[in-house]
């Protein structure tokens, strides 16, 4: 079943005729002619679509929040800043099928009754954010983009806005801030974006997959998403396998299917590589949980479950992989990434990090052997926003699951 990655390399990204001819803006088409706003916000809710960035949240709530938020003006912003390690599923939507994102976009900014929107893409993405231009001007000379679209009264104009690259930026409001001319840091919440974003205004924020989900339901009906996959967060989901495992990439699956499925069915994984034993499967990317070989039957669905999805990384690794290389790189790019708002993460990530170089050349200290449970416990539990804990997530599942290894 596939709903994202299906015409990938059976169309053409930089002719907009190829999108068209499959279906292309259809959805679009529908939800102008015959549909009132709050339909398309219902029909949203009625899929079940969670957020499909990280933290899953139910698109059609957050939807409807800014579009009954009362305001002379609204905003929505597609998420594309894509800073997690080893995950590159959003920019290849982008190179593959721009359309699919552009149009989900343009549905929901009509949804919310937003007249401007942006395509938030990190600045290091050139490629993608060139075909994304590309893409967009193509969509203005066919009136899907601009005002009047498809000679109705809608108007609805797309703007790309390159981040500088910051993880912190995958955040909605630090993202929100960069476009605004200030400093890329998370803001207090409440309020939250929908009620209060971008210039003060109600603003969706919604990741590039999420949006690409979204011409399908319209084409095909709410009812049919419900139905794929987990009916906890329906639909699919592209995940990103790498490490130890013999078919690496990008593959799509129904949510709920299992971790062991992932690595070792033929038409995901494969497998591990030969020659090599399996020690652990980190879900989630850098900021991700580890699992087990006894746990791997977990199905990987949003809001529920003890491994959360997150973007979708599947890192396998094998035996011959040092925990401390594996600790110090997770200690490396959070200290490196963290924007030094709140004391917690900034000391925090900083005093890992130095720790984990002394772990890294066998220079551990006793006292960095007490301190690290006290600066994971801060990390996790007083950091202003999530970046602090997701650095703790991995190192405190490491000491729980192979301590002998590391501290030897």
């Not at 102008?32 to 398309?40: H, L, N, P, S, T």
């Not at 219902?42 to 949240?57: D, P, T």
Request: charged content about 25%; some cysteine.
């Amino acid at each position: 079943m596939k709903i994202i990655s299906k015409n990938w390399n059976k169309m053409d990204p930089l002719k907009i005729d190829s999108y068209v001819k499959n279906g292309g803006y259809e959805a679009l088409r529908k939800v102008i002619r015959e549909m009132k706003r709050e339909d398309v916000i219902a029909e949203i809710k009625l899929s079940g679509l969670r957020g499909r960035g990280g933290a899953g949240f139910p698109t059609g709530e957050k939807w409807e929040l800014a579009a009954k938020t009362k305001s002379p003006e609204n905003f929505f912003i597609c998420n594309l800043d894509e800073s997690e390690p080893g995950v590159y599923k959003d920019r290849t939507i982008a190179k593959k099928n721009p359309h699919q994102i552009i149009e989900g976009l343009l549905i929901g900014a009509y949804a919310i009754g937003a007249k401007h929107a942006y395509i938030y893409i990190n600045g290091h993405y050139q490629k993608p954010a060139e075909i994304l231009e590309i893409a967009l001007n193509q969509a203005r000379e066919k009136e899907f983009v601009g005002g009047g679209i498809m000679g109705s009264p809608v108007d609805v104009e797309i703007q790309i806005f390159q981040g500088a690259g910051a993880y912190i930026c995958g955040e909605e409001t630090a993202l929100i801030d960069t476009i605004e001319g200030k400093r890329g840091e998370p803001r207090l919440k409440p309020p939250y974006p929908p009620v209060s974003g971008l210039f003060g205004k109600p603003t969706a924020v919604n990741n590039a997959e999420t949006l690409a989900n979204v011409p399908y339901i319209i084409r095909r009906g709410a009812k049919v998403f419900s139905q794929i996959g987990s009916s906890v967060s329906p639909g699919t989901k592209l995940f990103v396998l790498e490490g130890a495992v013999k078919n690496r990439g990008i593959f799509e699956a129904p949510t709920g299917t299992t971790i062991q499925e992932l690595v070792f069915n033929s038409i995901y994984g494969g497998g591990v590589e030969k020659g090599k034993d399996l020690w652990f499967v980190q879900i989630g990317g850098a900021s991700g949980r580890l699992v087990s070989p006894a746990k791997m039957d977990q199905p990987l669905v949003y809001g529920a479950g003890d491994c959360p999805l997150g973007c979708g990384s599947v890192l396998v690794v094998d035996k011959s992989a040092d925990p401390k290389d594996l600790l110090f790189a997770w200690a490396d790019f959070f200290h490196r990434e963290s924007c030094g708002k709140c004391v917690p993460c900034r000391e925090g990530t900083f005093r890992l990090w130095e720790i984990a170089k002394r772990l890294k050349n066998n220079d551990l200290q006793k006292i960095d052997r007490e301190n690290i449970e006290e600066i994971l416990w801060t990390l996790s539990n007083t950091s202003f926003c999530p970046l602090g804990s997701f650095a703790s997530v991995a190192w405190t599942d490491a000491i729980k699951m192979f301590e002998k290894e590391i501290f030897r």
